[in-house]
């Protein structure tokens, strides 16, 4: 099993906030792109720049040697891989899949089973890092499946991001993000909370972040997340209708190994109150405007 090589065709599936970037990258990098949306707009930018639309993720994986797809929910996911259009019924023997959403592992595996009947190659990589992350190609990206699919892949997974971790068989890269969706959902609430705090008590919210995001209250989301909310700036990296799907995948998987994740649960329920009021299709950082 060889790497995949610069030149080859990638397709990828959900030209999202992030998918844009990552699409934008691969291209850069070399690769002969081959796009798909349920929103045809939303990849008309890159077909412009060079990328091939396809009619449906069948067609596209008819024609590529890789196909990525990063869409919304684990039911998109089912219906993108397994359905009558869908990859696994058109790619030809020996395609590698990457699933890039956050999903479930237990689909990830079903997914992996299904791949091998039609003697095509599966991996599940969910990734972190949101709208910056994929436009400076530096996203933290979780890897399950087999390791010489993973070796074969990574030229692939370097123009992308840089943090790039095997964690181990199908399933793997699901659990790991699930994890660092789990350490978000409180820190989330902290950072809410330190600077509603910091603002009720007189200060500049501004300052106080020059000196607590560097000792030991620093987090990623703090140091930039914080400043959008500060700013007022709402908008997504990453949709606060997605986190509440990851953080319900996290609950269930959890109670499943028979663990309490009673962080991960109150944060849910304020993000379940944010998206009642609308704010379905902001950025996380807006669990601010519950606390404000």
């Known amino acids: 099993m060889g790497s995949i090589k610069q030149g080859a065709a990638i397709g990828f599936i959900g030209t999202g906030v992030m998918g844009q970037s990552m699409v934008k990258n ?6 002969k792109l081959h796009v798909y949306s349920r929103t045809k707009s939303k990849t008309d930018q890159l077909v412009e720049a060079g990328a091939v639309w396809q009619e449906t993720p069948g067609a596209l994986a008819r024609e590529v040697d890789v196909v990525i797809t990063m869409v919304g929910f684990p039911s998109d996911v089912e219906e993108v891989y397994l359905g009558e259009q869908g990859i696994l019924r058109h790619a030809q023997s020996g395609t590698y899949l990457i699933d890039m959403t956050t999903s479930s592992p237990s689909l990830a595996k079903k997914i992996e089973q299904e791949a091998k009947k039609v003697q095509c190659y599966s991996l599940d990589a969910p990734v972190s890092g949101g709208d910056v992350g994929a436009r400076e190609a530096r996203l933290s990206i979780m890897v399950g499946g087999e390791q010489d699919v993973f070796d074969a892949v990574l ?7 840089k943090n790039i ?8 890269g699901q659990h790991t993000k699930m994890s660092n969706q789990i350490a978000i959902a409180s820190n989330m609430m902290g950072v809410c909370e330190a600077l509603i705090y910091s603002k009720k008590a007189g200060l500049d919210p ?3 972040l020059k000196s607590i995001e560097s000792g ?3 987090s990623w989301s703090l140091s930039n997340l914080g400043p959008r909310i500060i700013k007022g700036d709402f908008e997504p990296g990453f949709f606060v209708k997605h986190f509440i799907k990851d953080m319900g995948i996290a609950i269930d998987s959890a109670e499943e ?3 309490q994740t009673h962080g991960l649960k109150l944060a849910k ?6 998206q009642e009021l ?3 299709n902001s950025g996380t950082q807006a669990l601010y405007k519950i606390y404000e």
């Open 165 to 172: 971790v095997y964690q181990g068989q199908a399933g793997a």
């Open 155 to 161: 030229p692939v997974f370097e123009v992308m991001g």
């Open 269 to 274: 329920s304020l993000y379940e109150q944010l």
């Open 257 to 259: 190994m028979g663990l």
């Open 278 to 280: 609308g704010e379905e």
């Open 26 to 31: 691969l291209m850069n990098a070399g690769y």
């Open 216 to 218: 030991a209250a620093g």
């Open 206 to 208: 501004s300052t106080v």
